[in-house]
């Protein structure tokens, strides 16, 4: 097995493996379907698709940078916050329910996976390429956090 794909293999696991466990966690306390949602609120079979994408995006960016020697520590500091705020989303928003709270929170990751985005891209322009469909996510995100907690 060659190093490179090691390395990708790895880079794309640890977000899908974080997330799946983070999805098992809530699963019990999600409740999403007797909200009030906004416009254009997807049906809950949407999520896990596109997170699975996006954590695959997510690793291939990644694995670009780690496999080509551009890791450094800023990046491994930027990429590990984001996910780590990634994956306690969920549990404030549906767990604890604090959907205010989640609001803030989840404009704090756009912001992350926006410093995230430009120091990929300094790095490797695809590497930043492949986060920009999780921004647009995540911002999606945000404003159906935001109309839920307006809502309820």
Known sequence: MSEKFKI??????????????????IS???????????????????????????????GISYGILDSNSLVDSKINFIYYLQLFVNLLWPIIFFVLK?????????????????????????????????QFPYFIWCLFATYLNLFIYLLN
């Open 98 to 130: 604090w959907r205010l709270f989640a609001f803030i929170w989840i404009v704090f990751l756009v912001f992350l996976v926006f410093v995230m985005i430009v120091r990929f891209y300094d790095k490797n322009k695809l590497a930043g390429l492949l």
């Open 8 to 25: 990708y293999a790895k880079s794309i696991a640890i977000p899908i493996i974080l997330g799946g466990i983070v999805g098992l966690l």
């Open 28 to 58: 019990s306390s999600m409740d999403y379907s007797s909200l009030e949602k906004p416009f254009f609120a997807p049906p809950s079979i949407v999520f896990p698709i596109v997170w699975t994408l996006l954590y695959v995006l997510m």
